[in-house]
């Protein structure tokens, strides 16, 4: 069957899990798609980047010439229109939470956030679920933090969004830094 061209359109689903390093095994789509691994939901879709950085080597009077990457980075950018306090810690490094009992039975959660000292030194794993019944499934993994912080910003005509910018760091000996799996439709 021939590779099927793609229109992309829609959001997707944020999925988080800790990940023990360069060491680690990536689990497989049932292990890491559940409700419980669910960072929030999103709003205004996602970006993923790939920056290489080259250098070109170039003798003084050009007769020779050489291109070389030297650098690369990848970044996943996205909104989180809602999400779970619980899990503030997988994208502030500094974030301690504390579960507490209300004076009426409820649960409440104290984050603390802040304190070089309380940097905790993990590194997770983020799946970006793309679903498309039509024109395939896309899923993008990295592994990395969020090195964007969080502002929580709250207005009366505005949601209070979250926007992480994950920075991966390489999922595995060869350096990889991001996996694209897209998925043809099966048709009938």
Known sequence: MAEQEQICVGSGYIYEMDFDGVTGTIPDDATIEVDANRLGY???????????????????YGYIMRNALTEESVTLKLGLISWFTSKLDRLCSTARITETTTPTGGTGRTVLIGGVRNFDGKTHLFRFVHLDPVWGDIRITIVGMNTAG????????????????ITATPSDTQGTLVILNMTDPVTA
């Open 42 to 60: 999103i709003e205004k879709g996602a970006t993923l980047t790939y920056a290489p950085t080259t250098h070109l080597f170039k003798a003084d």
């Open 150 to 165: 969080i502002v929580l910003t709250y207005a009366m005509d505005a949601s209070t969004n979250i926007e992480p910018e």
